[in-house]
């Protein structure tokens, strides 16, 4: 299940099943987005990216959706693995701006 | 190739001394980002660089915070007459240009603890 915890959302979920996390965008106007994971005492790591002419981008075992109805971008990871558990960050960005705006973070914790 | 690197990987220092961090970005990349992480935190912007120019350093918590680039490459992080909550993780990432569209690769971070 999905909580809130003192500080990051975390996400439980049983080991081979399909993880969905989820993220809401602040600007409208924001034509790129990111994913990244950050495993614990490491830095962020890129995963997907998605423009915003597409809605729907695939990768390894990963699919990013963006909904810019409602400003909602989600990542959803296949088959989960051990190797999965980190904490997920969306990022959106503009084209020709340097700055990105990066989500809250949500951990991803793997039952066996 | 080599990913962004940073240095020290942790440091412990005592209230009230600077410290200086440091990030070597990937070689060619013209934009370089500084963040700070609390435990159990998201990424909290500092300052951006583009070349040796820092267009945005509206991140910086306070005066005791600077930060520079030489030659297009190497940045430091300095901070002076550090606090307790100056304690978090720096990380470091670049990108092939600051124009946008374009993926930050990031550093292993600098743990930094202030005693």
């Known amino acids: 299940g999905e909580s809130v915890g003192l500080h990051l959302p975390t996400l439980s979920v049983q080991e081979g099943d399909n993880s969905i996390i989820n993220c809401a965008y602040s600007?409208?106007?924001?034509?790129?987005f990111i994913w990244y994971k950050q495993e614990s005492g490491k830095g962020p790591q890129f995963i997907i990216d998605?423009?915003?002419n597409m809605d729907k981008r695939q990768g390894q075992r990963v699919t990013v959706l963006l909904n810019k109805t409602v400003k909602h971008l989600s990542l959803q990871i296949a088959a989960t693995q051990p190797g999965d558990s980190a904490v997920y960050f969306c990022?959106?960005?503009?084209?020709?701006?340097?700055?990105?705006?990066w989500g809250a973070g949500t951990k991803l914790i793997i039952k066996p | 190739g080599a990913g962004v690197s940073q240095s020290p990987s942790n440091k412990v220092t005592e209230k009230g001394k600077d410290v200086e961090l440091r990030c070597d970005p990937i070689?060619?990349?013209?934009?370089l980002y500084w963040y700070r992480q609390s435990l159990g935190q998201g990424l909290e912007f500092l300052i951006y660089?583009?070349?040796?120019?820092?267009?945005?350093k509206s991140g910086l918590p306070s005066d005791r915070f600077s930060a520079e680039r030489t030659g297009g490459s190497v940045s430091t992080l300095t901070i002076q007459r550090t606090q307790q909550e100056d304690s978090a993780v720096y990380l470091c990432?670049?990108?092939?240009?600051?124009?946008?569209?374009?993926?930050?690769?990031f550093g292993p971070g600098t743990r930094l603890t202030v005693t």
């Open positions: 660089f583009q070349g040796n120019s820092a267009p945005d």
């Open positions: 600007n409208s106007a924001s034509d790129y």
């Open positions: 990022a959106e960005g503009l084209q020709g701006n340097y700055q990105l705006i």
């Open positions: 990432a670049s990108s092939l240009t600051g124009t946008g569209g374009y993926e930050q690769y």
């Open positions: 998605i423009r915003s």
């Open positions: 070689s060619g990349h013209t934009a």
